[in-house]
């Protein structure tokens, strides 16, 4: 019976470095696959503005993290709305939220609107329309819906009706084109009559060029309800589809104002003639979401309103609903967007609402998250406000990558001194380290949003000692054992006990430390402790699956075994004693070779 093959004193090294060379190369190799061969770079390097909000509110319950994350949503679709793009709105502790706007956009416009109170309110529709509807292309020969064939009679589905097209904008174009005079068959079939034989559909010749209507005009064909007058030009003018011309609509509480609708739902914006604020959003006291337990029609939003919004809410509901679509309808305004325009069925007394309409969760949860808004008892006010130019952040990032290669060139020189062949070591650790790190905070840049700024290369700086100081304790182990004249072998596994708790120590205390500093502290010196983390940990699994294993495989070549004077383990160079063969001392470190 074979017996089992016992485990060698040293392990599997070869185990252990291979293992992190196939997570190395499988990192960058992402990395590479992913596109993002670069960390996202923080506002003081890429350039841009950072501004900081510090939320108040007279009573302290009401800083929770339900109300904040509300106001960062509200905060995020408003800055984006202006058309920076790309901003980046997060909350930082209990109070704080950080705005980082990069460079591009209207930078001074988002910095003004940023920290301003959001306005909701619900006003009745009076008019609809799609906005930024794109006319359909001439066309030189009759479509004819059927066959095409000359003298066709158009089918009964041919006449104006709600099947005459199954897209938006087919049916839009039949509609403009009826209101301009052409017959109704030639407008739902697009081919010309043929029951009296005209010469030109009978031949085949081509027809003379249509001219097609203007998106101005199949907008106005398509309006629903009536328009104020006063509202006429701003109405007709009025393109939701730039994002600009979304956010910069405003108007008075007590007139009709103009708005547009904050998502394409339909393939296309929708502009909006509003009369007055019939109820502020500040007189909702509750918006929650949920599912209709009575009929299942799925997901609600459940409105309660205070005392004045109840009676505001059932004289108004009470209006709408005596009212033919559109004007049935009430508009849920933010910030001067339609998040919805639900239509009224009947009056809605009590206090209490429900707004139904098929919604997924998330739809609704968004929508009660806006009305909850209204209640938000919090005001914010602009504690910090810095402004870096896209100059003055690459010499800010060329400065940071010189400190870095600097300090990289002094430790290599002086591994390369102090420990020769050892050295050689220590800088295959420091570039597996190296590429491990640049690759995940790559790959974090597009995963979470992490940015590079300038103190998180601080912290990397920072990282370079921190990885030689755990080379530096482990070789200084293994010389000390070489002292005591112990050959090199039994040096490796003797000195890698001690040498293993003193790295652990040291890099959970600078763990511990950039834990505590990322949870207190609020902005950029986030950055710093996350790197300093970051690397603290890849520093604890270099040490243990590159280092030690490949210190182990070079004991057993006799460039290293024999002490060759440039290994940086020579004996003689080292000082060592010879051994003592009748009185051996046994050293403290001799009982940790079992645990080796």
């Known amino acids: 019976m074979a017996t089992p093959k016992s485990r060698p004193r040293d392990g599997y090294p070869g185990r252990a470095l291979a293992l992190i060379l196939v997570v190395t190369v499988g990192l960058v190799a992402l990395m590479f696959g992913n596109g993002t061969t670069k960390p996202r770079l923080g506002i003081d390097l890429a350039g841009g503005t950072s501004i900081t909000l510090t939320a108040k509110s007279t009573d302290p319950k009401a800083l929770t993290k339900s109300n904040m994350d509300i106001a960062v949503g509200i905060i995020e679709r408003r800055v984006n709305g202006m058309g920076v793009s790309e901003a980046e709105v997060q909350t930082q502790g209990s109070d704080t939220i950080i705005v980082n706007i990069p460079k591009g956009g209207d930078r001074q416009n988002a910095a003004d609107q940023v ?28 479509s004819a819906g059927a066959t095409g064939t000359p003298g066709a009679t158009p089918s009964a589905g041919a006449t104006p009706s709600a099947t005459a097209s199954a897209t938006k904008q087919g049916r839009a174009a039949s509609e403009a084109l009826a209101a301009e005079g052409a017959s109704p068959t030639a407008a739902a079939t697009g081919a010309a009559p043929s029951a009296t034989g005209s010469a030109a559909p009978a031949t085949g010749a081509p027809s003379a060029p249509a001219t097609p209507p203007s998106a101005a005009d199949l907008s106005a064909a ?13 109405f007709a003018a009025l393109d939701c589809s730039k994002p600009e011309v979304r956010a910069a609509q405003t108007g008075a509480d007590d007139k009709p104002v103009v708005a547009c609708s904050q998502k394409a739902e339909k393939g296309y914006y929708e502009k909006l003639a509003l009369g007055p604020v019939a109820v502020k959003g500040s007189d909702v006291e509750k918006a929650q979401a949920g599912i209709d337990t009575q009929t299942g029609a799925g997901w609600q939003v459940q409105l309660q309103f205070n005392g004045a919004g109840t009676d505001a809410f059932s004289k108004i509901t009470g209006q709408l609903a005596t009212q033919t679509p559109p004007t049935n309808q009430f508009a849920i305004v933010l910030d001067n967007q339609v998040v919805s325009h639900p239509q009224v069925n009947g009056p809605i007394p009590g206090g209490s609402a429900v707004i139904t309409g098929q919604f997924k969760q998330t739809e609704a949860q968004d929508l009660a998250n806006v009305l909850g808004y209204g209640a938000l008892p919090l005001e914010f006010s602009k504690s910090d406000i810095t402004t870096v130019s896209p100059a003055l952040g690459s010499d800010q ?23 020769r062949g050892l050295g050689l070591v ?50 200084e182990r293994i010389r000390d054992e070489v002292r005591e004249g112990a050959p090199l072998r ?42 300093l983390g970051l690397t603290t940990a890849l520093d604890v699994v270099v040490i243990f699956l590159f280092t030690k294993p490949l210190i182990t495989l070079l004991a057993r070549r006799k460039f290293f075994l024999n002490g060759h004077p440039w290994s940086g383990l020579d004996p003689k160079r080292l000082g060592a004693r010879p051994p003592l063969r009748s009185s051996r001392r046994r050293s403290p470190s001799s009982a940790a070779v079992k645990e080796a």
Do not use: H
Not at 222 to 234: F, I, N, R, Y
Not at 408 to 415: D, F, H, K, P, Q
Not at 493 to 503: D, K, V
């Open 426 to 475: 220590s800088i295959a650790g420091l570039l597996v380290s190296a590429a491990l790190t640049y690759s995940i905070m790559s790959l974090l840049g597009s995963a979470i949003g992490f940015a590079l700024n300038l103190p998180a290369v601080c912290g990397a700086i920072v990282a370079i000692g921190i990885t030689a100081d755990s080379f530096i304790v482990y070789f």
């Open 397 to 419: 990032l060329k400065a940071g990558l010189v400190a870095g290669a600097i300090g990289m060139i002094l430790v290599v020189a002086y591994s390369l001194v102090y420990y």
């Open 490 to 531: 039994p040096a490796v596994q003797r000195a890698w006990p001690r040498a293993r708790r003193t790295i652990l120590v040291s890099d959970f205390v600078s763990f511990l430390c950039a834990a505590v500093l990322y949870v207190v502290s609020v902005g950029k010196v986030q950055g710093f402790a996350f790197t």
């Open 222 to 234: 398509m309006t629903q309800g009536t328009v104020p007058p006063e509202l006429a030009s701003a």
């Open 115 to 142: 920290g301003t109170t959001a306005k909701l309110f619900f006003r009745p529709v009076l008019a609809v329309a799609p906005s930024g509807v794109t006319a359909p292309a001439p066309t030189d020969t009759p």
